[in-house]
């Protein structure tokens, strides 16, 4: 079982970079695939990437393919979503979540509580 918390989310313009962080607790995170995810009012929760456990595989949401990059870093525990050229309709809570590489929300077991990302244009 891992625990995640998510951090780095806030209020940035239009065009704006922003990195969230993903922390996950317990000697077992290297042995998770990490997915984010993204849920705008009133809308689905939306796949946004996934990395594999060992960090040599990543997996992108058309709509942030070439804008956003998924890393890990297994020696701090903890996951990273880099996203640049910010748009409004980024805006959205972002949640980190363990245990899949699929698009389907789903599947994968261990979630955060969320951060939430602002973009004004």
């Known amino acids: 079982q891992v625990q995640l918390g998510e951090s780095g989310g806030g209020l940035v313009q239009a065009g704006g970079s922003l990195r969230l962080s993903c922390a996950g607790s317990?000697?077992?995170?290297?042995?998770?695939?990490m997915g984010w995810f993204r849920q705008a009012p009133g809308k689905e929760r939306e796949f946004v990437a996934s990395?594999?456990?060992?960090?040599?595989?990543?997996y992108y949401g058309g709509s942030v393919s070439g804008r956003f990059t998924i890393s890990r870093d297994n020696a701090k525990n903890t996951a990273y979503l880099q996203m640049n050229s910010l748009k409004s309709e980024d805006t959205a809570v972002y949640y980190c979540?363990?245990?899949?590489?699929?698009?389907?929300?789903?599947?994968?077991?261990?979630w955060g509580q969320g951060t939430q990302v602002t973009v004004s244009s």
């Open positions: 979540a363990a245990g899949s590489l699929s698009t389907l929300a789903s599947e994968y077991p261990y």
């Open positions: 317990g000697r077992t995170f290297s042995t998770y695939n």
């Open positions: 990395i594999h456990r060992a960090g040599d595989r990543a």
